[in-house]
């Protein structure tokens, strides 16, 4: 017999009209309340209530309909705090049928570590019986409950009333007597633990614990003493057990792989729990698609499993008809269904096979159950934030023990930190799958680089342990048959990175509408970062991005570009020769240093290769960027494979090694126009201008065999000259360009853009530029040095119709700003 002076729990009891009878040093200990404070007051001065019993009484009368109460709850302290607590409530019965309700409670947050292993304990204590015996001064029985008869034969008529050497006279009987005469004399609380062989099961030696309260009216005068009896035997078996699991389950969850984790679970649950282990999820949690799967009301909609873990003690698992990865049918009225419908675990101690149950309904696992001699069954459900992840069954064959109440915590524990695992890898893999689907539908789908270029690329995420980034690429068509070029990298990976790039490539388009120079256009997406930062001040959102702008003319073959703290383009020649232009760094796009981007125009010959990308192409762990800049240019320069090839050879990692970060790569080989295809007329800034103006175009289309758009085009040019003549004092420009469209183009020097607005009927002006939208595909005008140009883009196989309908209302007046 050991006695020690500590318990884990306090004690209190109150009648049966929830007013407090009597109090212990513990539960002053615990609350902060003294007798003095509580005896005599109701309950609820500490007790918690919930919506289905929210008085004193209605928590009384739930208690009594329950046969009492158990579970994890708060209590309020006397200083306001709340405390997490495992509590009980127990019934007792004295003579003459009276009821008495005695409140166990241990505290959660101060359980020593040799007493505790984490929730598993508390459930084994909370759920294992208790026998309560209260005793006067004189150490006679006044009230005890029903399972105290159970732990030593005594029944309640022999026992009220009586001493315990009375009611068993033996030698054990006196030393248990002498330590409550200690308890009651010196208030202390004490714990005695010996072995004995219960009526129950008279041929297993148990462990009993025994605790011993001295209870106090509201002076702080001891009333009695109250004994607690717990078997720990099984919690002692259980907690062993815990043990080895607790060291064992370390090592799940350790990648972000629901299959892998499903897997980690059912290996450490044999045979240490069962003999066959298996684990079914959720046909969309490996994927981390679809809405999650609540526990509830099925509706007569079953969800779909997939086997995703399985393991026996024998080889090859032929306990199982289906195999890791394949559908696992779920039947109406099997106790996987129960689980999916209440959300509780469901224990089969005894697995009941005849013929006609519920195993009959799907034959294959029928023959599995019965070939294998299965016996015991325990269903966990899987669950994480009120969703269900899956279900895991444990069986034993081998084994001729049922499954217990206490295997069942076991389980449910191991469960419990296997779904933490597969719920953050869920969480992971619908994180990743939303930001690449984010970012591949706000990526290009097609590149069109019209007579300028032709253009392929690449886009490699990285791989599962970095998530998506934020690279993304363009092509971009501008005016005067020009094509605007850009790759770009936010920092940082995921759904965050995967937005801010759409954001990014969203303004780089409006810039690049505004026909702004690289230089200017990094400057404007510089503070569009900042501003984006600023705004997103108060949330982890990603901030700071790199970016490359190429601007290429096919007329000229001059490309201009400017780029912001990302690596330069490569630059391959028709011959095969490498170069990476010598071009200023300049800044990372939001960190907000001010320093001016500059830009750099190289003239390109026909046919060059123009290689934009990010540093994913070029990094590596184990070399240096230079490394990767050579590699690079080694695999484009092979001037007579396809754009498509050359994507795939550049793309290609080195052996043995997986990209550290995002891999983007935009390929394009440079076209130019020939002077052929190309007009252009200096003109006086005078009345004769106009008239100039359409006849030589008007001979130009007919020498490109375009006289179908002769009317259109005339009307465009009497606008867009007549505006230039207007609002200019030096010579005019007069371009057109003969590409996949007709482009009109006319320089002036007033750097002023024009602007379309709304005439009334009575105005004699205004109607010009509304004309040359109605005319054109596409209109605008460019800044350029020295003025601006103003141009318009034609199909080449317009409406005639429409021109001629227009050109009445042309000699109404030219379009004014």
């Not at 009317?711 to 057109?736: C, F, P, W, Y």
Request: glycine content about 8%; charged content about 20%; proline content about 6%.
């Amino acid at each position: 017999m050991n006695t020690y002076e500590t318990s884990e729990s306090a004690v209190a009891m109150f009648d049966e009209y929830g007013t407090v009878v009597a109090w212990t040093q513990a539960a002053e200990q615990l609350v902060g309340y003294s007798a003095g404070d509580v005896v005599g007051r109701s309950a609820s001065l500490v007790l918690p209530f919930s919506e289905t019993a929210p008085t004193i009484s209605a928590f009384v009368e739930q208690c009594r309909a329950q046969n009492g109460w158990s579970g994890t709850t708060a209590v309020r302290h006397r200083d306001g705090r709340k405390l997490n607590i495992n509590l009980r409530i127990s019934m007792l019965r004295g003579q003459d049928r009276t009821v008495r309700w005695l409140i166990s409670v241990t505290d959660i947050g101060t359980l020593s570590t040799e007493a505790t292993n984490g929730s598993v304990r508390e459930s084994l204590l909370t759920r294992a019986p208790i026998g309560i015996v209260v005793r006067d001064p004189q150490l006679r029985c006044i009230w005890v409950n029903d399972t105290m008869e159970r732990h030593d034969g005594i029944s309640r008529d022999r026992r009220l009333g009586r001493q315990f050497t009375d009611a068993r006279p033996d030698a054990k009987a006196e030393a248990v007597e002498a330590v409550m005469q200690q308890v009651l004399h010196s208030g202390t609380t004490k714990v005695h633990q010996y072995r004995t062989w219960p009526p129950t099961s008279p041929r297993r030696e148990h462990t009993m614990a025994a605790s011993f309260f001295c209870l106090q009216d509201a002076d702080g005068q001891a009333l009695g003493v109250c004994t607690i009896n717990v078997d720990v035997t099984e919690s002692q078996q259980a907690l062993e057990r815990l043990a080895i699991l607790s060291e064992a389950s370390t090592r799940l969850g350790n990648t972000l792989d629901v299959m892998q984790t499903s897997q980690e679970l059912a290996d450490l649950a044999v045979p240490l729990l069962a003999d066959y282990a298996i684990v079914d999820l959720e046909q969309s949690v490996p994927f981390g698609e679809g809405s999650p799967v609540r526990i509830g009301p099925m509706n007569g909609r079953l969800p779909a499993f997939r086997r995703a873990g399985l393991a026996s003690i024998h080889q090859g698992v032929p306990e199982s008809p289906w195999m890791r990865g394949e559908p696992v049918p779920v039947t109406p009225t099997s106790p996987v269904t129960s689980v999916l419908r209440t959300g509780k675990s469901h224990l089969e101690a005894i697995l009941d096979t005849a013929p006609g149950t519920w195993i009959d309904e799907d034959p294959a696992r029928a023959q599995k159950i019965r070939e294998n001699s299965m016996h015991s069954l325990m269903v966990v459900p899987i669950r994480a934030r009120r969703a269900l992840l899956g279900v895991a069954l444990f069986v034993r064959t081998e084994d001729p023990m049922p499954f217990q109440e206490f295997d069942l915590l076991l389980a449910e524990e191991l469960v419990s930190r296997a779904a933490m695992s597969m719920d953050n890898a869920r969480q992971y893999a619908r994180e990743h799958t939303a930001a690449l689907a984010l970012q591949r539908n706000l990526l290009p789908h097609r590149l069109k680089g019209g007579t300028a270029v032709d253009a392929a690329s690449r886009y490699l995420p990285a791989d599962m342990d970095h998530g998506v980034g934020g690279d993304w690429f363009d092509v971009i068509p501008l005016s005067g048959a020009r094509v605007a070029l850009v790759v770009g990298d936010v920092v940082g990976h995921g759904i965050n990175a995967a937005a801010t790039m759409g954001r990014l490539r969203t303004a780089v388009h409006t810039l690049a509408d505004m026909e702004l120079p690289p230089d200017e256009l990094l400057s404007h997406l510089d503070d569009t970062v900042q501003r984006m930062a600023d705004e997103d001040a108060d949330t982890p959102a990603v901030v700071g991005a790199t970016c490359v702008y190429a601007v290429y003319d096919p007329v000229t073959r001059k490309c201009t570009m400017a780029r912001a703290g990302h690596p330069p383009p490569a630059i391959i020649d028709p011959q095969g020769r490498v170069t990476f232009p010598d071009l200023p760094t300049g800044a990372p796009l939001g960190i907000g240093l001010g320093a001016p981007f500059e830009a750099v125009e190289l003239e390109l010959p026909e046919g060059s290769l123009l290689a934009l990308y990010t540093d994913g192409l070029i990094e590596t762990r184990d070399h240096d960027i230079d490394v990767g800049m050579e590699r690079l240019g080694a695999a484009l320069a092979q001037p007579g494979r396809s754009l498509e090839d050359l994507c795939t050879l550049a793309t290609e990692t080195l052996p043995g090694q997986e990209p550290c970060d995002d891999v983007t790569l935009l390929l394009v080989r440079t076209r130019s126009i020939s002077p052929g295809q190309v007009a252009s007329w200096t003109l006086p800034s005078d009345e004769t201008a106009v008239h100039s103006a359409r006849h030589m175009a008007a001979c130009q289309l007919a020498e490109w065999g375009l006289e179908g758009l002769e009317d259109a085009t005339k009307l465009i040019v009497s606008e867009l000259v007549t505006n230039a003549v207007r609002h200019s004092t030096s010579q005019i420009g007069l371009r057109l360009i003969h590409h996949q469209v007709l482009t009109c183009e006319v320089f002036d020097t007033n750097a002023d853009s024009p602007q379309l607005r709304r005439a009334r009927t009575t105005d004699e002006n205004g109607r010009g530029l509304f004309l040359v939208g109605q005319l054109s595909r596409r209109w605008g005008a460019r800044s350029v040095s020295g003025g601006k140009v103003v141009w318009a883009e034609e199909d080449l196989a317009p409406g005639v119709p429409k021109a001629r309908a227009c050109e009445g209302a042309a000699v109404a007046g030219a379009g004014v700003r």
